[in-house]
């Protein structure tokens, strides 16, 4: 149910209510008894658990950790290069096959 929030205007004093939307409005003041109307402010948004952003827009993979770049590199082998396919070679040039021609005398 949303929260609400009410000014009075003798008072100024302001007033929170959670109501359900089919509520009706209040419109008493509680403590001065006059009229309250409606303060329209901006709604609270938190974003809550993994995947917002950093989480969730990233490799799939973790960062690999400096120990783990530090033993790849001794060895010769680079965790890069194995992940990524050789997608930087040209494609073998194919000929086209030559037409067969069927020359009848």
């Not at 402010?41 to 990233?58: E, Q």
């Not at 799939?60 to 997608?87: I, L, Q, R």
């Not at 040039?93 to 021609?101: C, D, G, V, Y």
Request: with cysteine; net charge positive; charged share 20%.
């Amino acid at each position: 149910m949303p929260l609400y929030e009410y000014e009075c205007t003798a008072c100024h004093r302001r007033t929170e209510k959670i109501q359900k939307f089919s509520d009706p409005e209040i419109t008493v003041c509680p403590f001065c008894n006059g009229h309250l109307e409606r303060v329209l402010s901006a709604p609270a948004v938190s974003f809550k658990g993994g995947g917002w952003y950093a989480d969730g827009y990233g490799n799939a993979k973790p960062k690999a950790s400096s120990a783990t770049e530090s033993k790849s590199t001794a060895s010769g082998t680079s965790t890069t290069a194995a992940a990524a396919p050789a997608a930087t070679a040209a494609p073998a040039a194919s000929a086209p096959a030559p037409a067969a021609s069927s020359d009848k005398k």
